[in-house]
């Protein structure tokens, strides 16, 4: 099934004289308990995103309705 694009990614690889693409990169840490503190803070600051953008859009759908009805 991908063995066409798996042909053309080889190929170019061989026109540009490149020899292995396949690198992974690791994300680094200094300890588990900081990376898992991260997260939560992450996490904490897109609930609270999410929540100032769901009003946001309550109330912007509140205005469109309004005018709706002023136009009719």
């Known amino acids: 099934m ?3 694009l798996r042909r053309e990614k080889d190929k170019k ?3 540009q004289g490149i020899e292995d693409l396949n690198i992974i990169a690791l994300k ?6 900081e ?5 939560e803070s992450e996490d904490e600051e897109m609930t609270y995103l999410f929540k100032i953008f769901t009003r946001f859009m ?3 759908m509140e ?4 005018e709706l009805k002023k136009k009719r």
């Open 58 to 60: 309550k109330s912007e």
């Open 13 to 15: 690889i061989k026109e």
């Open 2 to 4: 991908f063995e066409p």
């Open 35 to 39: 990376d898992s503190s991260e997260e």
């Open 63 to 66: 205005k469109s309705k309004h």
């Open 28 to 33: 680094s840490s200094k300890s588990h308990l």
